[in-house]
């Protein structure tokens, strides 16, 4: 189904993208129902030289899809079945697939799992190509570690269309497309039609036996500690206890691979710092294990905090809104992410306590820490198009709002915290002992700003490291016109 601007579905599909302070004006809107109708649409596009963008969950938080240039939008929101796929004995998941259907549809359907994000309504295909990561990571590994194939369009040097199944089978002559799939992003080589789910030692037909089991049970404990309780050594204590807690247990096989946490150190006219921590409720002495950890990121921080300790089926942890949802009319963002290696140096923590403290700043910003290695630190760095293997925290600086004539102020002070916490690596994560690049999935078009990457290491190097020459050997592959590009698309080699 083709809708244009005069189709009273057009302002509904048009705005579909969760970030209000990005718009486009597509000439043509595919609605795409099948495989086939994906084909089409692209081949339709190419032909009328219509350049092209794809929305699956919409939850892109960066100009990559709701951009003026845009003529042909491919939405594929309704391409959504998950089920079982005897030939290939994996789950087939279609890419307009939102991580809240699939969690039910597998798992109340086969009892299984794929670690994904915390969000219910982010779309499978953005989260998968960009490598995404969830609560289930730091036990079962990445998401794309368990990405067995994926169903592309793509358009050959002549323009023409095809659809190709790519596998991670050693054999599998499109095997570099399927790897192209693990972390470059989405919007790069083509069109995703599906995608396959099959863990690495899946053995057999069985259903049950191709994807992890989740937890029986999850214990989840939300810690509250008011901003106005709080000094600026009690803030540095807290961020320095996670941090070190993190660093001790984020190897490969630890005890606490199960607990995965977020610790959101809000800006102050928020009102609150809050951790949110879920574990393995059935686990032997998660209780215990799970008071350990919140004390040890408390201990010496002499503010009061709240507590709320809960166990209640894995299943309904999901859908408990525990790491808080979006508005998905009303929010305008802008955010930068960060993979940490180890934890943030004295001066970082003071120049984020200084930013997230200052009382002249009246939004609503954030310092997000998310757990992160365990099995995730256990595949090695080219294996998938996740280049960043030895992490213990993944971060993501941002802010929300709702008032249009707030953009600037909301964009600056994002910026400047940013800028100022790597001030000795100009201005980014860079790659070294501390900071390991950023993550495409908190794609940030300032990277590619000299302006605000001064750090002389181009953008394709934060995100995709020693990655990125390959990546463009698959773009040189499949997509040799370069019809699927955006500011942050994988590059033609020279
Ligand atoms: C509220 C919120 C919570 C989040 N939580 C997490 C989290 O817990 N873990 C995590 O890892 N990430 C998280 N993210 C980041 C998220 O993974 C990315 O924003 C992801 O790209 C969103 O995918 P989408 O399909 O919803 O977005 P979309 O905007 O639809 O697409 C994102 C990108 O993928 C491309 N794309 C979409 N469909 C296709 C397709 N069929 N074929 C080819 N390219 C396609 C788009 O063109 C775009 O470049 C979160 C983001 C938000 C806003």
Redesign the pocket.
């Known amino acids: 189904m083709t809708v244009t601007p005069d189709d009273p579905r057009y302002d509904y599909l048009g705005d579909?993208?969760?970030?209000r302070r990005l718009v486009s004006r597509p000439e043509v809107i595919h609605q795409v129902f099948t495989a086939q109708q994906?084909e089409q649409a692209v081949a339709e596009s190419v032909a009328a030289g219509r350049r092209i963008?794809?929305?699956?969950?919409?939850?892109?938080?960066e100009s990559?899809?709701?951009r003026p240039d845009v003529a042909s939008l491919?939405d594929?929101?309704r391409?959504n079945s998950v089920y079982y796929d005897p030939e290939h004995a994996a789950f087939s998941i279609d890419?307009?697939a939102?991580?809240g259907d699939i969690y039910k549809q597998l798992y109340l359907g086969h009892g299984v799992v794929i670690p994904?994000?915390?969000?219910p309504?982010?779309?499978?295909?953005?989260?998968t190509?960009?490598?995404?990561?969830?609560?289930l990571c730091r036990e079962q590994g990445l998401?794309v570690d368990h990405l067995y194939g994926v169903e592309?369009?793509v358009v050959d040097g002549t323009g023409r269309t095809r659809t190709v199944l790519a596998t991670r089978e050693p054999d599998d002559p499109n095997r570099d497309l399927w790897w192209g799939?693990t972390g470059a992003?989405?919007?790069?080589?083509?069109?995703?039609?599906r995608f396959l789910f099959r863990s690495p030692d899946a053995t057999g037909n069985d259903p049950q036996a191709a994807l992890p089991t989740p937890p029986r049970s999850s214990l989840v404990a939300t810690v509250r500690w008011s901003w106005d309780g709080m000094s600026e050594q009690g803030f540095t204590r807290l961020v320095d206890n996670h941090g070190a807690w993190h660093a001790e247990h984020s190897g490969v096989g630890s005890a606490y691979a199960s607990l995965y946490s977020s610790l959101v150190l809000s800006s102050r006219a928020a009102g609150t710092l809050s951790l949110v921590a879920e574990m393995d409720g059935s686990s032997r002495n998660a209780a215990a294990m799970m008071d350990s950890y919140l004390d040890a990121v408390h201990a010496g921080v002499r503010a009061p905090r709240t507590v709320d300790k809960k166990t209640m089926p894995w299943i309904t942890a999901v859908y408990s809104d525990l790491?808080?949802?979006?508005s998905l009319t009303d929010?305008r963002?802008k955010?930068k992410g960060a993979y940490l290696r180890r934890p943030y140096s004295a001066e970082q923590v003071a120049t984020m306590y200084k930013h997230l403290a200052d009382p002249s700043f009246a939004g609503r910003g954030a310092v997000n820490l998310?757990s992160y290695g365990g099995r995730i630190n256990a595949v090695d760095p080219a294996a998938t198009a996740v280049a960043q293997r030895d992490s213990i925290l993944?971060v993501?600086t941002g802010a929300a709002w709702a008032d249009p004539s707030r953009d600037e102020e909301n964009i600056a002070w994002v910026r400047n915290i940013y800028r100022e916490m790597h001030a000795a690596t100009g201005g980014v994560p860079v790659p070294d002992e501390t900071t390991d690049g950023s993550?495409?999935?908190?794609?940030d078009i300032d990277l590619a700003d000299p302006a605000w990457n001064t750090s002389g290491l181009p953008w394709q190097a934060l995100y995709f490291k020693d990655n990125y020459a390959r990546l463009q050997q698959v773009k040189a592959a499949y997509d040799p016109g370069d019809v699927?590009r955006?500011p942050?698309?994988v590059g033609l080699p020279d």
């Open positions: 579909r993208g969760c970030n994906t963008a794809v929305r699956s969950g919409g939850h892109c938080l990559l899809v709701d491919i594929v929101s391409l890419s307009g939102q991580l994904g994000g915390t969000c309504t982010v779309g499978i295909a953005g989260y190509q960009g490598g995404g990561f969830g609560a998401i592309v369009v799939h992003g989405g919007g790069n080589f083509g069109v995703v039609t790491f808080g949802s979006v929010n963002y955010g998310l993944k993501y993550y495409i999935n908190y794609p699927f955006h942050l698309s």
